[in-house]
């Protein structure tokens, strides 16, 4: 199994960006699709972002497309989001997900970091 270690999360104002990173070890990270999720306080977790193996589809949830973009580094094993024109309701706790494949589905992905705080403010 893979374990994931998230990074990157923080506090910031409405407009600003961020980038997050989710490190990956213990298997070959080249062989994982990878997704982002996210847990707002008292809220489901919900699907933000997914990539295939090699980078090339991505799949968005409609409220960040255009603001967000998932990518992939398989030489570095570390998964990205950057996060730009950020807004109050993406505050959340941002996990990073391992699987076989990119779906939106949160029992799809076999494997979960501990998760990165995103707090924005107005």
């Known amino acids: 199994q893979v374990q994931l270690v998230e990074t990157g999360g923080g506090l910031v104002q409405a407009g600003d960006s961020l980038r997050l990173s989710c490190a990956a070890s213990?298997?070959?990270?080249?062989?994982?699709?990878m997704a982002w999720f996210r847990q707002a306080p008292e809220k489901e977790r919900e699907f933000v972002a997914s990539i295939t193996r090699t980078g090339d589809s991505t799949i968005y949830t409609d409220s960040v497309k255009g603001r967000f973009t998932i990518s992939r580094d398989n030489a570095k094993n570390t998964l990205y989001l950057q996060m730009n024109s950020l807004k109050p309701e993406d505050t959340a706790v941002y996990y990073c997900?391992?699987?076989?494949?990119?779906?939106?589905?949160?029992?799809?992905?076999?494997?979960w970091g501990q998760g990165t705080q995103v707090t924005v403010s107005s």
């Open positions: 213990g298997r070959t990270f080249s062989f994982y699709a």
């Open positions: 997900a391992a699987g076989a494949f990119p779906t939106t589905s949160r029992r799809s992905w076999g494997s």
